[in-house]
């Protein structure tokens, strides 16, 4: 079955860095792309950085452009995301999830099908 | 940036209520648009794809409509495991999630 398990989380300074990592397996990683999706305490999701199926296209939220990236091995069955620069608002749950496309009516649609755990990061001095 | 709206932020109904959650866009995304129920300490589940359709597996007192900017996610029949928080996500460009709507028991 279909398995995505996040890791890499924890307490961090600001202006620290930490990467996260997200184990795939029941699936063929390679066909699909991936997101990182956040939730800070008590608040709503908030979608962090998306990488194509085969690493060529990566996109970001505003709120983390130039201080994260999103990468993956597809030989490893791993998506990462690396966070530079940390700042107290960045404090979350933050969870992987598979992007699966869909077909419907000759539209090709997309949803979030498969989401991780969720691994918890704390900026705090 | 594409910005979605939900409405109301927290209802509260009970058990066989028939409940329904609005979800607004800044601008046309057709059909794009996804739900989520999500409970406390879980991860989000999809529910609904395109708008309207039932994600495998999702009880089929869910259902959602609209397009363009304006849907809507309709529970026909309030169970006891459907109170939880639902989210509207558009996927017409890089994705976003409206705030969200709490269902809490009256």
């Known amino acids: 079955q279909v398995q995505l398990v996040e890791s890499g989380g924890g307490v961090v300074q600001p202006g620290r860095s930490l990467r996260l990592s997200c184990a795939a397996s029941g699936f063929t990683f390679s066909n699909y792309g991936m997101h990182w999706v956040r939730q800070a305490p008590g608040k709503g999701l908030e979608w962090v950085a998306v990488?194509?199926?085969?690493?060529?296209?990566?996109y970001y939220a505003d709120s983390v452009k130039g201080r994260f990236t999103i990468s993956r091995d597809n030989s490893k069955n791993t998506l990462y995301l690396l966070m530079n620069s940390l700042r107290a608002e960045d404090t979350a749950m933050y969870y992987c999830?598979?992007?699966?496309?869909?077909?419907?009516?000759?539209?090709?649609?997309?949803?979030?099908?498969?989401w991780g755990q969720g691994t918890l990061v704390t900026v705090s001095s | 940036d594409i910005q979605m709206t939900q409405s109301p932020s927290s209802l509260s109904a009970s058990v066989g209520d028939r409940v329904t959650i609005t979800c607004r866009a800044s601008?046309?995304?057709?059909?794009?648009l996804n739900w989520y129920q999500q409970k406390p300490g879980r991860a989000p589940k999809i529910l609904i794809y395109g708008a309207s359709s039932l994600q495998s597996g999702v009880p089929s007192r869910f259902s959602g409509s609209g397009s363009g900017t304006d849907f809507t996610l309709t529970i026909s029949s309030l169970q006891p495991e459907d109170f939880a928080t639902y989210y509207c996500q558009q996927s017409y460009s890089t994705p976003g999630f409206g705030g969200g709507t709490k269902v809490e028991i009256k």
């Open positions: 990488i194509w199926y085969d690493g060529s296209n990566k």
């Open positions: 601008q046309n995304i057709s059909s794009y």
């Open positions: 999830a598979r992007e699966d496309p869909l077909a419907l009516f000759g539209e090709l649609y997309t949803a979030l099908d498969y």
